[in-house]
């Protein structure tokens, strides 16, 4: 089932379609929110206002996601087989992340570089107007490494241990953390379950994924698995996340790159952490590279997933 999905990813992605689960997902959220976040809450309230928004979130998720399942395979089957593997597929993200990453691609190479800004800024929350061409392709591998958790390996995980159901139920808390998991002064309390049950979430897949990605950097060209593996283990931890230095650093260390440095957010400067180690200058085809490392992480756990399913696990 998670195999299929997977292929179904690569080959239709993420269509915007008015009925895609996410869509739906955010509506609620916002339903939510326009109920629970009043303005006039103290921390407390807001921070317990921001718990119930992540609980109903989650449980209707999950719950709409079951009925559903199980009414497709009351009608029949393989209609449920069908039904669960087409919502898998809408929590994996990897053409989607591709496409992205290629959006800023190409016009950076071609030097178009206020449209590959644009581009950049559909994908990071940092200010990206005054970005040089390097920190333009910073600024794409950055996102792509750290969604290989989010938009593959996490759903992939929560697909194989509870099915569709536990899949759109990690997808939910996913959208819940990018919609309001923010430290500002709006979201800082009421956005605090939401960004600390994603990080949770995360926690296992993201290890899985650094191992994953080194392994995948085994079978690529001019990629390190055990750079990979070392720079993991060396900067992850002076990430600000939890989660996300571990796929990060693990691919600077694979390509041979350091990612991190000072990012604008609203014209403030802001020093993140530097991971990997500065061989080379990074360059517009970086974000190939990449790309390529996702998809060869998708590739070993298709294969992975293909093999458990041959043998009935």
């Not at 053409?95 to 290629?102: N, T």
């Not at 190479?109 to 040089?132: C, M």
């Not at 759903?155 to 998991?181: E, K």
Request: hydrophobic residues 50%.
């Amino acid at each position: 089932m998670t195999a299929a999905a997977i292929a179904i990813d690569w080959i239709i992605g993420d269509p915007k379609w008015p009925t895609h689960p996410v869509i739906w997902i955010g509506r609620l959220i916002r339903i939510l929110e326009r109920k629970l976040l009043t303005g006039r809450q103290s921390p407390k309230q807001a921070k317990a206002a921001g718990i119930v928004l992540a609980l109903v979130t989650l449980a209707v998720s999950w719950g709409v996601m079951q009925v559903i399942a199980a009414a497709a395979d009351w009608i029949h089957p393989w209609l449920g087989y069908a039904v669960s593997v087409w919502f898998i597929s809408t929590t994996i993200a990897v053409k989607g992340l591709k496409d992205a990453g290629m959006h800023v691609y190409r016009p950076l190479v071609e030097g178009r570089l206020d449209e590959a800004r644009k581009y950049a800024g559909y994908i990071v929350s940092r200010d990206t107007d005054q970005l040089t061409p390097a920190d333009t392709a910073r600024a794409a591998v950055e996102t792509i490494a750290e969604n290989t958790v989010d938009a593959f390996v996490s759903p992939v995980v929560f697909a194989l241990l509870g099915g569709a159901p536990l899949a759109m139920l990690y997808r939910a808390a996913n959208t819940l953390d990018s919609m309001v998991g923010y430290r500002n002064e709006q979201y800082i309390h009421f956005g605090w379950c939401s960004a600390r049950t994603d990080d949770a979430l995360n926690y296992i897949p993201a290890r899985i994924a650094g191992l994953l990605m080194s392994l995948a950097a085994l079978v690529l060209p001019r990629l390190s698995a055990v750079n990979a593996v070392k720079a993991a283990a060396i900067f992850a931890r002076r990430h600000p996340s939890p989660n996300s230095g571990i796929p990060e650093s693990a691919a600077a260390g694979a390509m041979g790159v350091e990612l991190g440095g000072v990012n604008y957010y609203f014209g403030v400067a802001s020093e993140r952490a530097r991971m990997g180690w500065k061989r080379r200058e990074l360059q517009p085809d970086d974000i190939k590279g990449a790309i390529r490392l996702l998809y060869a992480t998708s590739i070993l756990v298709w294969a992975g997933a293909l093999i458990g399913w041959a043998l009935g696990l």
